[in-house]
């Protein structure tokens, strides 16, 4: 079953807005990841925030954990073009044998 | 090499044969994983390997699934009696193993349709 629910499913904006993705979970993690993927390509890792941290930076990347709402945030600022991509976030469960769930993706379009 | 390789890219299979997909990991990541991504929808958990531990089937879908690492490297998952809806793209992905599951390293895949 799906661990990570990410909101919305498909956002499109324009090249230079900034781009919020969301994802809530339901059981007590170790940290969370996000992970982007283009059309017929394997995943790639972004980010990764713990279960004691809230927030964290990485370029343009901006990712926030809410544990005592189960959910995390990712933030693109300045978004370009190359950014479209589908992104998932995924979690380590705690107790769950070192393997991550992931939700279901947001496809991130940017118009240029 | 660099990266996670995978193999085939892509397969084209009838229903009722038997597949083998390939994985091999990054040099001394000791955790290897199986997904399966069918079309717009996330990954699905099928096993996961770490050292000499025994594996993690749980997420398996039936018992035409197997997979198997040999010597801590390369793995190999076998779908045996194909059903269309085995039809979709398997990752693989391998980590360094140690503490807390941090980044996976994700093949390209293997795409698999069953007609």
């Known amino acids: 079953s799906q661990q990570g629910e990410e909101d919305p499913q498909a956002l499109s904006i324009q090249e230079g807005e900034n781009a919020t993705m969301n994802c809530s979970y339901k059981t007590s993690i170790n940290n969370l990841q996000w992970y982007r993927q283009n059309s017929g390509r394997g995943l790639v890792h972004l980010i990764l925030?713990?279960?004691?941290?809230r927030e964290k930076h990485s370029g343009r990347l901006r990712v926030t954990l809410d544990t005592s709402k189960k959910s995390s945030s990712l933030l693109i600022t300045a978004s370009r073009a190359a950014d479209t991509a589908s992104y998932f976030c995924a979690t380590d469960e705690t107790g769950a044998n070192s393997k991550l769930t992931f939700g279901k993706g947001i496809t991130l379009s940017v118009r240029p | 090499g660099a990266g996670v390789s995978q193999s085939p890219s892509n397969k084209v299979t009838e229903k009722g044969k038997d597949v083998e997909l390939r994985c091999d990991p990054i040099s001394g990541h000791t955790a290897l994983y199986w997904y399966r991504q069918s079309l717009g929808q996330g990954l699905e958990f099928l096993i996961y390997?770490?050292?000499?531990?025994?594996?993690?089937k749980s997420g398996l879908p039936s018992d035409r699934f197997s997979a198997e690492r040999t010597g801590g490297s390369v793995s190999t998952l076998t779908i045996q009696r194909t059903q269309q809806e085995d039809s979709a793209v398997y990752l693989c992905?391998?980590?360094?193993?140690?503490?807390?599951?941090?980044?996976?390293?994700f093949g390209e895949g293997s795409r698999l349709t069953v007609l």
């Open positions: 925030i713990r279960s004691n941290e």
């Open positions: 390997f770490q050292g000499n531990s025994a594996p993690d």
């Open positions: 992905a391998s980590s360094t193993g140690q503490g807390d599951t941090g980044e996976l390293f």
